[in-house]
């Protein structure tokens, strides 16, 4: 049994990045930028209204002021502001030479015509070209994920089409003579496969489409079938079952007799004891146990870090660290054990009630999931967790 550290640090050792490919940033949500992307122009790039107001100079703030014109965004002013001059200005209009302040609508009166300034101080309003980028500057790094904030940017510097990773090809494969698929009906002794239904999600959480290969049958004819089929052109294949130490579990065997090289087996987690993983060339294995919640977890910690680092990022989950609502207590401590829980009204911790890896259901009201050490067996109340968000 090895450590979940020890764990990632061989899945980090071992990750290889992909290439990269160029496509419209439109598509680009949940991609890694491939390259820095800088400003091809100042922002704003002219002085620009930060209201509905009138443009005038600060020294003629107590005189009735003469109106020259109206500009409306997207139309350059004609006439320069002069002596207890102003003219009207709409917001993200270009400020009209010889005016250093934009007086509110709402702050002022017209009378025959002119314009009268009815409060004693105003702010200027203005956003200054180039206050918030220069041409040239950075404005998204290599690395980068790309998430609904970074698209707006890309649109304002232009940067169409962007050079992101490619997402790893990815073959999901259950096994297990139990199964049916889940718009089957089971029969004795049957359950419906919801394992590959849950990867295929996960997956999709990061963007990426799965390609199912199906149900390997408990035998190695079969499961060697289905294995060379996900082998073929994927970059990473997840299997579920099959991988802990039953009498029908011959995963581990055909992943050596296809030339898998089997990095660990075993883990100091729970639940996922059974977790395989394993390399060939460029391609990844992950054989996940048969449990839904440990294949579920592992996804989350091992798969999910290892996807990002092709896609040619560091997966970070946000930290966040709240206080328990409750005392937690478990028996055994050989292994760290992850728990579900939800954050109460008072954002505190509440551990979810949790039968063990096969209670799915369990993660129906989870926010995220927390974590107790080897060696612990209690997390006391008002003790702060890290809550890992699923
Ligand atoms: P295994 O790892 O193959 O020994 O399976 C462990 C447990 O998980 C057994 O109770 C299986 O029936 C269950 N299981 C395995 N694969 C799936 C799946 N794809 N969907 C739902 N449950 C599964
Ligand atoms: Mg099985």
Redesign the pocket.
Known sequence: MILQEEAIEIINQSALKLGAEFIHFQNSLGRVLGENVYSDMDMPPFNKSAVDGYACRKQDLSYDLELLEVIPAGVAPTKQIGPNQCSQIMTGAAVPEGADTIIMVEHTETNDGKIRFIQSKTNPNICAIAEDLKEGDLVLEIGTLIKAQQIPILASVGKTFIRVYRQPKVAVI???D??VEPQETPQVSQ??????AQIMAQLQQLGITGRYIGIAKDSPESTRKMLEEALDSSDMVLL?????M?EF?FVPEILEEKGIEILFKSLAVQPGR?TVFGKKDKQFFFGL????VSSFVQFELLVKPLIYKMMGSNFKPLPLKLPMGVEFNRKKAKRKSYIPIYINKNGEVMPVEYNGS?HIHSYVKADGMIYINIGETTLQKGQLVNVRQI
């Open positions: 259950s096994t297990g139990e199964l359950i419906r496969n919801s394992n590959a579920t079952g099959g991988v802990s039953g579990d059974p146990p048969g449990n839904p096969a």
